[in-house]
């Protein structure tokens, strides 16, 4: 219930600010062109008329993401909201004093410019300055200071094909860089969800290869004893090592090491060191 009407309030002053906007985004771009006598460029007032749909635009895009970031919060307050609110207008703050700040410097330390130079000067490193901020992950409401970042399977896997020259191991949405094959991944979901499927679904690529390529091996930590049906599905080989399975076969395991660090490597995995052994 908090979520709607959280939702509705903002909608509200979404729809309260949206004219007032466009009229001062209009207004004032009509009014500065005239001042810095421009406005041959701008006929019927074009340049205004996308200024302010520009304003409204920026404005509905903050409010909208402000709100999702704090419903997004386990705790909702009113004092995080504004909160948040007021620490999303610090971007829009830094381009508006970029921008005055280079007006003011172009006046004081060029005396030959002009105000018409001075002004589109400034105008150009305010958008320029937007962009780098917007490019720079420095809005609040997606900002991780360090750590773990959650990403966004479509934004994160468009950034990784534009990547060209790497080979990628697709993940769900995602797709991985071939480097990071072997981290560790997590599936999290609710029971059905489909867990187990997917991981079949991402060893089947890799156990079909078994028996057909040489070399190609694996090895399967069945914790549900459910996997000998799916390798049967996919008439791929298998042996069990289950010393409590009547089908158990024998491992010779050191045919299979070769060299002390692998040795070394194995063993650490089969038999952990414990701190109070």
Known sequence: M???????????????????????????TASLLIRFQLSQWNPANWIGVLVGIFCV?????????????????????????????TDSMFPAAHVAGGGIAVFVASIVFIPAITLQLAFLLSIFTALLLGFVLIRSNTIPWNKVIRGA????????????????????LPWGALLLE??????????????????????????????????????????VFDSKRDIVPFLEALGTPYKILNPMDERCAAWLVGQEIVGPGMAFEFAAVLIPEKEDA
């Open 57 to 85: 635009a920026i404005a509905l895009f903050g409010i909208a993401k402000t709100t999702e970031a704090f419903l997004s919060r386990r705790s909702l307050s009113w004092r995080s909201l504004i909160t948040a609110l």
């Open 149 to 168: 970042k959650l990403q966004q399977p479509r934004p994160t896997a468009e950034q990784l094909l534009n990547e060209k020259g790497q080979r990628r």
């Open 178 to 219: 071939k480097e990071n094959e072997p981290l560790h991944f997590g599936i999290i979901g609710n029971i059905g969800a489909g867990k187990s499927t997917w991981l079949e679904v991402m060893m089947t690529p890799t156990l079909s290869e078994v028996g057909v390529i040489p070399n190609v091996k694996g090895i």
């Open 2 to 28: 908090e979520r709607l009407i959280t939702w509705g309030i903002l909608i509200g002053i979404a729809a309260v600010l949206a004219p007032l906007l466009y009229s001062l985004g209009a207004t004032v």
